[in-house]
């Protein structure tokens, strides 16, 4: 059986295929436009379910570099302020040898060593006391403003409670030092030290054996510095890493949802004479009418 085809069906199905050439053409316009593959996820769910992975992995790793910036402020406030303290301490140690030649110093001269050193204990509390954004890089997770107390020397910090930033999916790293590890606590702190010095010079003690105590005070600040440089350089590495995965997932990124865009100006050519071929078809097409059919 012929099926019957009227001039409305022949109508209809034109109108069918011009409206499809057109969305075609839109769609490829829109593409060369925005240079995006694709305006909705259902227009490639695929492409559209990696896109929102990849942007899920992109801002894990951007947050992870917000953690590498500011854990990096942290351990250079760290290491900054431990190596001025090496240097405070060097120099403490050698006003000490000059005190400890008790028959070559006058008064006067044992008083103004005294002087200087607790001028340079009173320096070395506050490089002790360094901050960053209002946080101490020497106490821990304590809250506390300072982390030692200025008159007894004893350490406010939380002892063995770090402060960590998390660099990487499966690592951390200790940002701060724990002050009572570097300069000790209390009486036993390189602060008491320095002013018991100072206390025994003016009262015309021998200071001599004092150094070796002022070494131990600068191996423990050189090792926290060393640990210090080692974290450093643990973020360092992180931060290189982190920047790689970071090219690596825009790479994949502009592969999922960017274009070529010499491939789309070809398609949209190839697009564009197809539709402007389907008008002329169509318009000859329905030119045709009852009387041409009789002639």
Do not use: C, Y
Request: aromatic content about 4%.
């Amino acid at each position: 059986m012929i099926g019957r085809i009227t001039s409305n069906t022949m109508t209809q199905q034109s109108l069918r295929t011009l409206q499809t050439n057109l969305a075609d053409r839109e769609r490829l316009q829109n593409q060369a436009a925005s240079q995006r593959a694709f305006r909705s996820p259902s227009e490639d769910p695929a492409a559209a379910a990696t896109a929102l992975g990849v942007h899920g992995d992109q801002s894990r790793v951007a947050q992870f570099a917000r953690n590498l910036s500011d854990g990096m402020a942290w351990v250079t406030t760290v290491d900054t302020a431990l190596g001025a303290s090496v240097d405070l301490l060097n120099r403490a140690r050698d006003l000490t040898a000059q005190g400890a030649n008790s028959g070559a110093l006058s008064p006067t001269a044992r008083e103004s060593i005294a002087q200087e050193l607790e001028s340079i204990s009173a320096e070395l509390l506050a490089k002790a006391d360094t901050t960053v954004l209002g946080r101490s890089v020497f106490a821990g997770t304590s809250d506390s403003g300072a982390a030692f107390d200025p008159g007894t020397f004893t350490f406010n910090g939380s002892p063995g409670a770090g402060v960590q930033r998390r660099i990487s999916d499966n690592e951390t790293v200790r940002v701060d030092f724990d002050g009572s590890q570097a300069f000790g606590d209390g009486a036993n702190s390189a602060f008491a030290l320095l002013n018991d010095i100072a206390a025994e010079l003016r009262g015309g003690g021998e200071v001599g054996a004092r150094i070796a105590d002022i070494d131990g005070r600068l191996k423990d600040v050189i090792a926290a510095r060393g640990a210090t440089g080692a974290r450093q350089v643990q973020l360092e590495r992180a931060s290189s890493q982190n920047l790689s995965t970071s090219i690596d997932l825009e790479a994949r990124r502009a592969e999922v949802e960017n274009v070529d865009s010499l491939e789309v100006l070809v398609r949209l050519q190839s697009a564009e004479l197809v539709f402007q071929s389907a008008l002329q078809v169509t318009a000859k097409s329905l030119q045709t009418n009852l009387l041409e059919f009789i002639r």
